[in-house]
């Protein structure tokens, strides 16, 4: 069936390296990917999407990468800082559907 | 803030009450959805509506019933529930358009629901 799915459930990284957050996902048909971030009693937050069209996309120290092969993604937090600590959600859509799939999450836990 | 708004943040209730969770959203939506997250677990979908028309019900018992009486207000009425549906219930919104252009839903701050 449907599935997203993430590699690690906690990362812990030193302030000021990079972090990368992995996801797997199992519908080939999915063609739409966003990350969200969701800090403690707060709701998900959109960080950045991403189309199957793309391989990669740019944000404001955030990048995302998407292999289509082997149905993986990718989130690239450059300089982690304290701010960032929190649990992050990839979700996968197709175009057809108004249903997003969320992934279980993975925890960035940033320490100085 | 993301423009969506969901009252009460929290809620303790009785297996035998009736309550309601109501959202909110000042984006000019035109669709609107109930999520559960429970520890551990994804975010399960529970409902959809696209236009006011619910367009999706995730197989979520009875006991759930949702109401959508125009763009901007989305309730979720809850009786006779279980302490299995002790959970945060987040609400999101987003801009539907038709054909393959995607738009990322905005979530509210959620209702954490506790069942005794």
Redesign the interface.
């Known amino acids: 069936g449907e599935s997203?799915g993430l590699h690690l459930p906690t990362l812990s990284v030193q302030e000021g390296d990079n972090s990368i957050i992995n996801c797997a996902y199992s519908n080939s048909a999915s063609?739409?990917f966003?990350w969200?971030k969701q800090e403690s009693?707060?709701?998900?937050?959109?960080i950045i999407?991403i189309?199957s069209n793309m391989d990669k996309r740019q944000g404001q120290r955030v990048t995302v990468l998407l292999n289509k092969t082997v149905k993986h993604l990718s989130l690239q937090i450059a300089a982690t800082q304290p701010g960032d600590s929190a649990v992050y959600?990839c979700?996968e859509?197709s175009?057809n559907t108004?249903?997003?799939?969320?992934?279980?999450?993975t925890r960035l836990q940033v320490f100085p | 803030e993301?423009g969506?708004t969901q009252t009460p943040r929290h809620l303790v209730m009785g297996m035998t009450n009736k309550k309601s969770l109501k959202c909110e959203q000042h984006l000019g939506h035109n669709?609107m959805?109930w999520y559960k997250q429970s520890a551990?677990?994804?975010?399960e979908?529970m409902f959809?509506y696209?236009f006011k028309e619910q367009?999706?019900n995730?197989s979520v018992p009875s006991r759930f019933s949702p109401e959508c009486p125009n763009s901007s207000h989305l309730f979720l009425h809850l009786h006779t529930l279980q302490p299995e549906d002790s959970a945060l219930y987040?609400c999101?919104s987003?801009q539907?358009r038709r054909?393959?252009?995607?738009n990322?839903?905005?979530?509210?701050?959620?209702t954490r629901l506790t069942v005794l």
């Open positions: 997203v063609d739409y966003i969200y009693g707060k709701g998900p937050q959109f999407d189309r959600f979700a859509k175009y108004d249903k997003l799939i969320f992934g279980t999450g | 993301t969506v669709a959805y551990k677990k994804p975010l979908l959809v696209n367009t999706e995730n987040l999101a987003s539907v054909g393959p252009i995607n990322e839903q905005f979530f509210g701050p959620g």
